[in-house]
C-alpha cells in the first residue's frame, strides 16, 4: 500500500489525530470511485488548537538560525525527491492526474521549495536617512506570524505547497485545509514532507473539515493574518470580504479564461502542440487553461483541421494508464456542470466540430467551433475538456476579444515577429502572457497572479516574501533630540 494513502488523520500541534467533528469523509478515487481512505473530519475547537499551535510554534521557528532553516527547507525538497514515485501514484490515484501530469505538478514543488529555502537568508532590512538630526532609522522585514491556507483540488500538491513553503521560508506558522476531494495530495502529504525535514512541532498544520463546520473562522479566527486561497471567484470573493472586514491580508488566485492568439504568421505547428497542450493538460482543470482559441481568419479552417484531427487522437481513460493523455474529472459535480455548458453553447448556436463523450467523471473533448465571445462558453470558465475556438481578422479585434472577458490570468501569443508579439501582450488585461508559447506556465522566480476576477496579490520570488512578510520600523536617536515645550518646562522648574 502506499506510504501516502495511510495519512488520513489531522496534523495538529505536530501529532496525528482523528478530528472531533463527528463526521466522516470517505476519499475517492475519481476514476473508479474505489476508497482510498477515509478521515475523521475536525472541527472548530480542532481549528482553534491548529492556529494556537502554529503561533506558539512560529515564536520557536523565528529563533532558529537562517542557515538552519534553509536546511530544513532543502531536506523537505530532498523528501520529495526520495519518494517521486509514490507521490506519483498518490497523484493519479487520488487526482485521476495521468502521469505526464505528476511528472509536471512534482516538478514545480520541488522549484518552490527550492525558491523557499532561500528566503530565510533574504529577509533583510536596511538603514534609511532621517530627516531628524542624530536618528538612525532601521527597517526590518518579519515575518507577518502566521498564514492560512486554502487550496484547491486541480494541483492540489503545489497550490498548497506555493504558500505553505514560501510562508515557513518566511518564518511564519501555517495552518492548511485542503480541498475535501485531496486531503492527501492537497494536505497531509505536506503535513509529512515538513515533518519529515524537521521543522518545529506545530509550526504547520493540516485541518480536514467540512467548510459548513468550519464557517466564516478559518478567515475570521484572530491569530491568521494572512489568508491564501487558491479556488473559485465566488468563494474568493467571500473570503476577501471576510478577510476585508477583519483587516487582514487576502492573496487570491481565482479562475481564468485564457485567450490562446495564433496570429496570421505564426508557426503553425507549433501554434497547434500549443493549443492542445493548453487546453487539454489535466482534463483542463487548471485556472491557466485555454478556454479560448483565436485564430487569424487567413489560417482558421487550416488550423481548425489539423486541431480537430489532433483533438480527436487523444487517449481518454484510466489515467494509470501512461498512454492516457485525458482522465477523469476530479467528481460528478464538476462533470455536470460541464455537460451544462456544453449543451448550452450547443442550445446558443455554436458549431460542434468534436462533440464529446460522458462516461461517469471522463470525458472526450469537445471543440466549438466559430464561436462568438458573447456566448457563455467563451465567457464562463469551462473546467474540463471542451474548448472555443474564434476567427478574428484583425490584430485590434484579437485583443478585444481577448480582453473581452471578466478575467485575466493568462494568455499566449503565436507569431514569428516576437517584438510585436510582446508589444501586443502590453495590450492583454491578463497577469501573464507567453509568446510563443502555451498558456500554462509557472516559473518560481516570476511574480504569478492574476487581474480583475482572476484574484489579487503575486506569489513566486520576491513577490511572495512580499506577501508573507511585513515591515517594522525602528529608530534609534544618538544625539539627545530637544522637543517643543523644554524652555517651559525648564522656567516653569
Known amino acids: 500500500m502506499n506510504q501516502f494513502a495511510k495519512l488520513n488523520k489531522q496534523y495538529i500541534g505536530g501529532s496525528w489525530r482523528d478530528g472531533a467533528a ?4 470517505i476519499d475517492k478515487n475519481p476514476y473508479n470511485q474505489n476508497t482510498i481512505c477515509e478521515f475523521k473530519l475536525g472541527n472548530l475547537a480542532d481549528l482553534d488548537e491548529a492556529y494556537r499551535s502554529a503561533a506558539a510554534a512560529q515564536k520557536i521557528w523565528a529563533d532558529v538560525n537562517a542557515y538552519e532553516k534553509r536546511t530544513i527547507l532543502e531536506k523537505a525538497h530532498a523528501f520529495v525527491e526520495k519518494n517521486e514515485g509514490e507521490i506519483t501514484d498518490i497523484i493519479i490515484e487520488e487526482l485521476g492526474g495521468t502521469g505526464l501530469k505528476a511528472f509536471f505538478e512534482i516538478a514545480i514543488v520541488k522549484n518552490i521549495i527550492k525558491e523557499a529555502s532561500t528566503y530565510p537568508l533574504r529577509m533583510t532590512g536596511e538603514i534609511i536617512p532621517s530627516a531628524v538630526e542624530g536618528k538612525e532609522n ?6 507577518v506570524g502566521v ?23 518566511a518564518g511564519n506558522g501555517v495552518v492548511l485545509k485542503p480541498h475535501d476531494d485531496t486531503p492527501i495530495t492537497g494536505g497531509t502529504l505536506l503535513a509529512r514532507v515538513f515533518e519529515e525535514s524537521g521543522i518545529p512541532k506545530g509550526l504547520l498544520n493540516v485541518i480536514v473539515a467540512d467548510i459548513r463546520d468550519l464557517g466564516d473562522k478559518f478567515i475570521d479566527h484572530p491569530i491568521p493574518r494572512v489568508i491564501s486561497f487558491t ?31 495564433v496570429l496570421q504568421d505564426a508557426d503553425l505547428e507549433l501554434a497547434l502542440n500549443a493549443a492542445v497542450f493548453s487546453r487539454f493538460t489535466h482534463q483542463g482543470q487548471i485556472c491557466m487553461s485555454a478556454n479560448r482559441i483565436l485564430v487569424h481568419r487567413s489560417l482558421y479552417d487550416q488550423f481548425l483541421e489539423k486541431y480537430v484531427k489532433r483533438v480527436a487522437g487523444l487517449k481518454v481513460g484510466d489515467p494509470r494508464d501512461p498512454k492516457t493523455d485525458i482522465g477523469p474529472l476530479m467528481n460528478k459535480a464538476q462533470a455536470d456542470t460541464l455537460e451544462k455548458q456544453i449543451q448550452k453553447g450547443v442550445n446558443e448556436g455554436a458549431r ?31 473546467f474540463g475538456p471542451a ?26 501569443i503565436h507569431t514569428k515577429n516576437v517584438e510585436a508579439g510582446a508589444q501586443l501582450a502590453k495590450q492583454i488585461d491578463s497577469g501573464a502572457i507567453h509568446v510563443n508559447d502555451g498558456t500554462i506556465n509557472d516559473d518560481p522566480l516570476v511574480a504569478f497572479g492574476g487581474e480583475k476576477a482572476s484574484g489579487i496579490g503575486r506569489l513566486n520570488g520576491r513577490w511572495a516574501l512580499e506577501e508573507f ?19 517651559a518646562a525648564a522656567a516653569s522648574d
Open 231 to 261: 479556488g473559485s471567484e465566488a468563494v474568493g470573493r467571500k473570503i476577501g470580504e471576510t478577510a476585508g472586514r477583519c483587516l487582514k491580508k487576502a492573496i487570491l488566485e481565482l479562475g481564468g479564461n485564457s485567450a490562446l492568439i
Open 469 to 487: 512578510t511585513t515591515l517594522k520600523w525602528v529608530s534609534v536617536q544618538h544625539t539627545r533630540r530637544h522637543y517643543p515645550f523644554e524652555a
Open 352 to 382: 460542434v466540430a468534436l462533440r464529446g463523450k460522458a462516461d461517469g467523471n471522463v470525458f472526450s473533448p469537445t471543440v466549438f467551433a466559430d464561436v462568438k465571445n458573447n456566448m457563455s462558453i467563451a465567457q464562463d470558465e469551462m
Open 387 to 412: 474548448v472555443c475556438v474564434i476567427p478574428f481578422d484583425t490584430q485590434e479585434e484579437a485583443v478585444r476579444i481577448a480582453n473581452d472577458s471578466n478575467f485575466g490570468l493568462s494568455g499566449a
Open 147 to 169: 498564514v492560512g491556507v486554502i487550496s484547491p483540488f486541480n494541483f492540489p500538491f503545489f497550490l498548497s505547497m506555493r504558500s505553505v513553503a514560501t510562508a515557513i521560508g
Open 138 to 143: 532601521r527597517l526590518y522585514r518579519v515575518p
Open 22 to 25: 463527528g463526521k466522516v469523509l
